[in-house]
């Protein structure tokens, strides 16, 4: 697997984390406030991390090209 493949499966990993964290906020009213308040630090810590390997995705490609 290339690096470039890693990074793409990395990022539709994250993305997949962040729909479930995302719909687990939006339908479960049973959540607390502490795992609600854990839930969105989870996802706000996804987005960055996200954010880090579609950069790394961007330098790679060009650097390819």
């Not at 719909?23 to 996802?43: F, G, I, M, P, Y």
């Not at 987005?47 to 650097?63: A, F, N, S, W, Y």
């Amino acid at each position: 697997m290339t690096e470039k493949e890693k990074l793409i499966r990395d990022i539709h990993t994250v993305r997949e984390t962040i729909n479930r964290d995302w719909a687990d906020l939006t339908s479960s009213l049973s959540l607390s406030h502490d795992e609600r308040t854990a839930l969105r630090a989870h996802v706000e810590q996804c987005v960055q991390d996200l954010k880090g390997l579609i950069e790394r995705l961007d330098e790679l490609t060009l650097k390819s090209n």
